[in-house]
């Protein structure tokens, strides 16, 4: 039982990094049906943005807190959200009203040049990412740990998440995404100005990437650029698992799999750990392709 | 002065001419109709004076041509289209759908409530559905939905594009009448688009025939309901 209850928080944790990127594929998936395969280098971007804020913009001999490493987690969202709204204005824009092959090869040709465009950047091999958090494991007793890495990870993540609720559901701008989810012509047509809201989109997507970027460097602090690579794919799993551009299904999903993969590879074998997002992409496609919140309409890509 | 003017209109989709030179104007304070079969290339023209897809030719609004204007800023202007369809978003609440009539049009912000409650005096039903998805309203109330949130963004010029598609015949009659208050009351010129030409002629000032991208037939309402063709094409009479 208590074994149980210590994957689950691990599960939770690792749920929430997955959480903060799916959003950002359901949200550009909902604006311009597009999925977003440079995502996860905009993933990756926010870890190294954070890496090197951390390593050259703090004085030298700071000490880990809570205060650093939310400025570490600004500076990585500043970081991912400029390097997605350079890919959305000069990849994506220019084909808004290409075929939509045309689009999805670009995003992959995106994701490509990032990856290697990263390693030549920041350099092949892996990096330290610093400690920028005090690390203590609480005892909850039991055996069960609590530490403050995943504590932060629940902390900022429902933070981000409650505030993204209140732009979507509250404000002309999350009316005016939602509006053109629906329909970007009507949108278009009724006087939302379109590429702006587009633009906004990828902000607000990229820097919750950002964020999620640090929290996992800060879980697992070797990164290096292609660190994008896996977490991108499993966030966008898990994304289509809830069911692409709801953005509830988002947090639904990526809960759920990080929770399995936790389980996985806590009672099973931890071998089987990354198959097991592949394993649910097939079963969801072929047993309920719009997801678990998604609407019907699906559309092949 | 003329709220448009729309000489030689053209638009290609692909090989398809969808209009092939279309010119009329909208004098303000009037209705003006456009009507015409399936395929004439009415919402064509809506759409391209919307600046909703390319075209040639000069769209002058207010005296000043809207060549290369986003739509966006097109209604900033006042120029309001209540698209084909009804163009509303299902999966937004009434309210929300509403809200999204001052999107463009800045100028309606200070005056959103007291244009809200007007819209609710048009159409009582919608103020009993505020919290409900629009996707759930009936046709019509889809339809009052669409105009509702034109009128909100207090038009200059409103373009509407069939709003009478696929109504009951009460429901067709209630548009009908809001739209002639609307222009009488509150002086908001008309462009609109109809399949219903009878309906559409007995309210318009002036109107137009277009048939496959030409105008083919012009005059006032009262004379066209008269002509002999239309009788016979649009209004099904022989
Ligand atoms: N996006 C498009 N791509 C290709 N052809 C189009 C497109 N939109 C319209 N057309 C063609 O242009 C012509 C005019 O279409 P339009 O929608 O303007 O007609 P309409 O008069 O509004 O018809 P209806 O009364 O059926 O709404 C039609 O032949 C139509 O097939
Ligand atoms: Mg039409």
Known sequence: MNDFIQHTINGLALGSIYALVALGYTMVFGVLQLINFAHGEIFMMGAFSGLYFARYALPAGTQPSIGVTLMVVVAAMIGSAVLGVIIEKFAYRPLRKAPRINILITAIGVSLLLQYGGQLIFGASPQFFPTILPRQNIDLGGDIFLD????????????????????????????????????????????????????????????????????????????????????????????????IGNITGAVIGAVLLGLSETYVAGYISSTYRDAL????????????????????KIEKV | MDTLTVSDLAVN?????????????????????????NGAGKTTTLKAISGACASKGTVMFHGQPTTGMESYK???????????????????????????????????????????EDSFKLFPRLQERITQMAGTLSGGEQQMLAIARALIGEPELLLLDEPSLGLAPQVVKLIFDIIVRINKEKQVTVLLVEQNAKQALKISHYAYVLETGKISLEGKGSDLLNNEDVKKIYLGEH
């Open chain 1, 148 to 243: 403050t890495n995943q504590i932060t990870i629940f902390l900022l993540s429902f933070v981000l998440m409650v505030i993204l609720q209140y732009l979507v559901f509250k404000t002309q701008f999350g009316r005016s995404m939602r509006a053109i989810s629906h329909s970007l012509e009507t949108a278009n047509v009724i006087g939302i100005n379109v590429n702006k809201v587009i633009f906004i989109t990828f902000i607000i997507g990229s820097a919750l990437a950002g964020a999620a970027g640090v929290l996992y460097g800060v879980a697992y602090p070797k990164i290096d650029p292609l660190l994008g690579l896996l977490p991108g794919l499993k966030a966008f799993i898990a994304a289509v698992l809830g069911g």
């Open chain 1, 277 to 296: 997002a592949f394993v649910i992409l097939i079963l969801v496609l072929l047993l309920r392709p719009g997801g678990i919140l998604g609407s019907k």
């Open chain 2, 13 to 37: 989709y692909g090989n398809v001419q969808a209009l092939k030179g279309v010119s009329f104007k909208v004098p303000k304070g009037q209705i003006v109709s456009l009507i015409g079969a």
């Open chain 2, 74 to 116: 097109l209604v900033g202007q006042g120029l309001i289209h209540a698209p084909e369809g009804r163009g509303i978003f299902p999966n937004l609440t009434v309210m929300e759908n509403l809200q999204l009539g001052i999107v463009g049009r800045h100028s309606a912000k200070v005056n959103f409530q007291k244009n809200l």
